[in-house]
């Protein structure tokens, strides 16, 4: 069994913690495996080894451009049962949340600990800086920020594997030019591998990037692309029906139809257009909490079962039409316990529903404390990547309104960071230079792999999207299977598709050949 993150914090003290909006603004991420033990043995010797829980630190630089500013301690953990000298060592960044809740990733559940397991190599998972406890600052306040860039991360890589000395024998003789180090991350991290390997060449042996969002953007209208094109027919055609209905009403400024058709949905508390048409999308984003594994029990299969159904009946491929999916969508609102676990305790009182998903509180957003992945994950967003999930154009089908456009989520940059924003941030401006500065789509990287799945909401930001012009080679493969986000990254997976397990195949002959390549450049 393996639980996905849950985005919905359930008491009303995290109101400044993360911000509203953000408890909808999808992330990506890896998914998060159960640990059925965290005790654990050398495999050739027997011996017990630390517990797959410890937690190591290292002292790392506050500031690569400044490292009189001094360092401060990145969690890592990490497991050598599978090492045998010669053997690779596998970093994983954790990326944009509390690295302990991916221990799972040291296990031979997951592609890291199955790839040790068979390369006879080490796995350590490193905390991404102003995520989990590593933080520079004891803080989140913009002062502090101004060092969690993309390229503070990137440097952190090459500042651990030169520097860091395992906790494990022979741990002091590991250093890139001694051992080969691959790199591996699902998601932003994915992203992280291919830009540290574009950035650093030569740093790592092989990389190892999932479902990896290279190319950022601004307008991110086509994350939904994938969800329209896999979802049951039925429901994508009742979605699009009742969402031009929405659009339509909002659209006619009849205030008195505006405010019926928000109490339709449990919403008339909402106060601003926009931020109710964000609360419809929300249920659409749960596509992203979907694997290969998921059941009938997860909120988007409920959703389009709750759509599809009239009298007993499930709708053909064309849907029910607009009448229905607005009622049956709005009973499932009012109804169901969706909206009460998106926003807690809250939901209970009518102040609560309307500050839910009410995105024009600037006092929601002032909370500066440590482990708020909410806000550190806004500061990337709002400086580097964009990555707004809005509607889509009017040349394309939309699953969520077409009023959601980039400018509803860079006004909450000017409330989370004030100090820096006085105004909107122009943040496609800012994934343009992240793509020239890193390469996006267009890497030549050589003994990096790609591995997407067709399902995955973030695919069109992958070298797999329709636009990307990158195709790959022999030397940076392209792998895709009919997966949902990261699905590689799980062994269980694989048990379920061939096309997932031949994704992870694959990956373990390239390493083994790459591996078998690799020579040390000092003695």
Avoid at 137 to 160: C, G, M, N, W
């Amino acid at each position: 069994m393996t639980a996905l993150r849950f985005l919905v914090p359930l008491l009303l003290s995290a109101w400044a913690y993360a911000g509203p909006s953000m408890w909808g603004n999808s992330r990506h991420g890896v998914p998060i495996p159960d640990v059925e033990s965290y005790e654990v043995k050398h495999k050739m010797t027997g011996e017990a080894l630390p517990s797959l829980d410890t937690v190591y630190y290292f002292d790392q630089l506050i500031d690569h451009d400044d490292p009189s500013l001094g360092t401060f301690q990145q969690r890592y953990w990490m497991s050598y049962n599978y090492y045998q000298p010669g053997g690779p060592i596998l970093l994983m960044n954790a990326g944009e949340q509390d690295a302990s809740a991916l221990i799972g990733y040291l296990t031979t559940t997951t592609i890291t600990g199955y790839l040790a397991e068979k390369l006879n190599g080490t796995v350590v998972l490193l905390e991404h800086r102003f995520f989990g406890q590593s933080n520079p600052y004891p803080d989140l306040t913009t002062k502090s920020l101004r060092v969690l860039t993309v390229q503070q991360a990137i440097d952190d890589h090459e500042y651990f594997v030169k520097n860091v000395q395992l906790p494990m024998p022979g741990g002091d003789q590991l250093g890139p030019d001694k051992a080969p180090w691959i790199l591996f991350g699902g998601s932003y991290p994915g992203a992280l591998t291919s830009y540290t390997m574009y950035n650093k060449p030569g740093l790592f042996a092989a990389g190892y990037a999932s479902s990896a969002v290279v190319e950022a953007t601004s307008d991110f209208w086509n994350y939904y692309e994938p969800t329209r094109e896999y979802m049951p027919q039925n429901c994508s055609a009742d979605v699009q029906a009742a969402i031009a209905y929405v659009d339509e009403v909002i659209e006619s400024g009849n205030a008195t139809a505006i405010q019926a058709l928000k109490e339709n949905f449990g919403l008339g508390e909402l106060t601003h257009d926009d931020d109710f048409e964000w609360a419809l999308a929300t249920v659409i984003q749960t596509w992203q909490d979907l694997l290969l594994s998921s059941g009938r029990g997860q909120t988007f299969n409920k959703f389009c079962l709750a759509i599809a159904t009239k009298d007993g009946e499930i709708a053909g491929p064309d849907g029910w039409g607009a009448e229905h999916a607005i009622s049956a969508w709005g009973a499932f609102y009012l109804n169901g316990p969706f909206l009460p676990s998106r926003c807690g305790s809250i939901y209970d009182s009518d102040e609560g529903r309307a500050a839910c998903f009410n995105t024009y509180n600037p006092y929601a957003y002032t909370a500066t404390n440590v482990n708020n992945w909410a806000r550190s994950w806004m500061w990337l967003l709002c400086n580097e990547f964009g990555f707004w999930q809005v509607g889509a154009p009017a040349t394309s089908p939309a699953l969520v309104s077409r009023l959601i456009t980039p400018a509803y989520w860079e006004r909450q940059c000017t409330y989370y960071f004030p100090e820096v924003f006085s105004s909107p941030p122009d943040t496609s401006a800012a994934a343009s230079r992240t793509n020239q500065k890193y390469g996006g789509w267009n890497v030549s990287t050589e003994r990096l792999i790609f591995l997407n799945g067709v399902r995955d909401p973030w695919r069109e930001v992958t070298v797999a999207a329709a636009a990307s012009p990158n195709g790959g080679s022999d030397l940076q493969p392209h792998l895709l299977g009919d997966g949902y986000h990261c699905s590689d990254m799980l062994i269980s997976e694989g048990n379920l598709s061939s096309l997932v397990n031949a994704e992870q195949q694959q990956t373990l002959q390239y390493f083994a050949q790459w591996l078998a390549d690799w020579k040390p450049t000092s003695a």
